[in-house]
């Protein structure tokens, strides 16, 4: 299925390692289990400060979203990208 042989970066460490899968992203099972527990570990953390009322309400960004005449979904995509004035 998968002939020829890809020169890759790992997306963790950054070490360079072949494969013949071209979707693959990690040099190693630890590197792909540690960079899952870090995702892991900032949703958490996320939900956290949410649940805390550290972080805007649902209710709130939806309403800052309309005001700037935006979907829901596209006002926390620039928020996320960082792009709010």
């Given at each position: 299925m998968f002939g020829k042989t890809?020169?890759?970066c790992c997306a963790r460490c950054g070490e360079v390692f072949?494969?013949?899968i071209?979707?693959?992203r990690y040099c190693s099972e630890r590197c792909r289990d540690e960079s899952r527990q870090e995702r892991l570990r900032k949703t958490r953390a996320r939900s956290l400060a949410r649940a805390d009322g550290a972080?805007?309400?649902l209710?709130?960004?939806a309403k800052e979203?309309?005001?700037a005449g935006m979907t829901y979904g596209?006002?926390?995509e620039m928020l996320r990208r960082g792009d709010r004035d």
């Open positions: 890809l020169t890759l072949e494969t013949k071209p979707s693959r972080g805007p309400s209710a709130q960004i979203a309309r005001e596209r006002y926390v």
